[in-house]
């Protein structure tokens, strides 16, 4: 027989975990091929993350999605690894149309970013950190062997900046790329 009061309460209990749940922790340990996915997408932002180990390793995540997004990002392993993260932002506004009589003003962009990270370490350790918000700061570090590609762009309206680094073989790098942040000293 079924027991259909407690299938009522935990059916109750997992209902506000399912609707409010905005962070994530994870960690797994494991001594064979493991693949993780992670993504968050919201108006003006979104950030998209792929890791997969084939040998003994220890990945450990956490994802913060609320009014700004944060991500932790720590991988170890002693075998081959892939590493692929990507991030966007942008910011819109509404204001008169500057140029031709049918431009729609609420779809002006003021500014955007984006960053990317592409890797195979046959390796080593992986770290990252992003914070996504008005400002939004992405850093990263990694220690191995293997191939690591970097990619930045930001546009403001006024500049553009564009940042690419690619290293091969025994690497020590870390990257810090930050954006729309207050630049008077």
Known sequence: MVNRAGILLLVLLFIPIMIGADSVTSSITCNGASFVASSVVQPGASWSERLSTSDAAMIIRDLFAGETVRTNTL???????????????????????????F????????????????????????????????ASRFLIHANGTGILLTRAESD????????GSDTLGDLNMTEEMEFGADDRM
Request: overall charge negative; glycine content about 12%.
């Open 75 to 101: 991988v170890r392993s002693q075998g081959p690894m892939g590493i692929f993260e990507y991030s966007t932002t942008r910011a819109n506004t509404t204001g008169e149309v500057r140029g031709c009589l």
């Open 103 to 134: 431009d729609r003003p609420e779809n002006t962009t003021l500014t955007r970013y984006e960053t990317a990270v592409l890797g195979l370490m046959s390796q080593g350790t992986y770290s990252s950190m992003l914070s996504q918000g008005n």
């Open 156 to 163: 403001d309206g006024s500049q553009v900046m564009n940042h």
